[in-house]
């Protein structure tokens, strides 16, 4: 199966809440960086680490497909 014909595949409902999550924290990973005001450092690394699992995690989640051709 094409990386194409995967992402456009069926998604499990499970994975559906997954890829959400993942957009979640990734948004609120994104928020935390471009805040308008000066952060410490730890908020901004966590910042960082939540935009970076995020985005794996939604990534993954919509290329997990379900195989219904056995």
Request: aromatic share 4%; no cysteine.
């Amino acid at each position: 199966m094409s990386l194409i014909k995967r992402a456009k595949a069926p998604i499990p409902k499970f994975f559906k809440v997954l890829r959400n999550v993942g957009l979640a924290l990734a948004a609120v990973g994104g928020t935390i960086l471009a805040a308008p005001i000066a952060l410490p450092v730890v908020v901004t690394t966590i910042g960082g680490y939540l935009a970076v699992a995020g985005g794996v995690l939604s990534a993954a989640s919509q290329l997990t497909t379900t195989d219904d051709s056995k």
